[in-house]
């Protein structure tokens, strides 16, 4: 699970990056769903990021089956 969120970070990195992310609004602290700590790399790299990593991607996940 912790491979897509290094991938985004290798992009920002590389200036890859289009539109991540809410631009704009503040990343939460804490996950939405899990109320786990989001990390600060995550929060730079995602602006506007409400859930974690795995809830992030959880929700992708779901959101490709419907």
Same mark, same amino acid.
């Given at each position: 699970?912790?491979?897509?969120? !290094?991938?985004?970070?290798?992009? =920002? &990195?590389?200036?890859?990056?289009? $539109?991540? #992310?809410? @631009?704009?609004? $503040?990343?939460?602290?804490? *996950? &939405? !769903? *899990?109320?786990?700590?989001? @990390?600060?790399?995550?929060?730079? &790299?995602?602006? #506007? *990021?409400?859930?974690? &990593?795995? *809830?992030? =991607? =959880?929700?992708?996940?779901?959101?490709?089956?419907?």
């Amino acid at each position: 699970m912790a491979q897509k969120p !290094e991938r985004l970070f290798q992009a =920002e &990195a590389l200036g890859n990056v289009g $539109t991540v #992310g809410n @631009p704009g609004f $503040t990343s939460f602290f804490k *996950c &939405a !769903e *899990c109320d786990g700590d989001i @990390p600060e790399r995550r929060r730079q &790299a995602v602006p #506007g *990021c409400r859930l974690c &990593a795995a *809830c992030q =991607e =959880e929700q992708d996940r779901k959101s490709h089956l419907s």
